[in-house]
């Protein structure tokens, strides 16, 4: 993750996630992806809507989504929060 870019919020105010068919991802791999985030929660309270509206995508999740859940690691990465 050291070469990652970095992002000052958590996801932009006018980001809207539909149920996409194209692109389908890994079901397990996106799950791998948010489930440290809930961890996450407890200490970074300012990224729980963020979590909550990818879990919205959990049981079919889409490459439009797994895009934007990375964009959640990518702050926290410029916040300096280690995993």
């Known amino acids: 993750m ?6 000052k919020t958590t996801m ?4 809207t ?11 397990t791999n996106y799950q791998g992806m948010i489930d440290p985030l809930f961890y996450l929660i ?7 809507d963020s979590v909550y509206f990818y ?6 999740p ?3 989504q797994s895009n934007v859940v990375k964009m959640n690691f990518w702050y926290l990465i410029s916040t300096n929060l280690s995993m």
């Open 12 to 15: 932009h105010m006018y980001t």
């Open 55 to 60: 879990a919205r995508f959990r049981s079919n």
């Open 42 to 48: 407890a200490n970074k309270p300012n990224i729980i």
């Open 17 to 27: 996630l539909y149920k996409d068919e194209n692109g389908k991802v890994d079901r």
């Open 2 to 7: 050291a070469d990652t870019k970095s992002m």
């Open 62 to 64: 889409k490459e439009s």
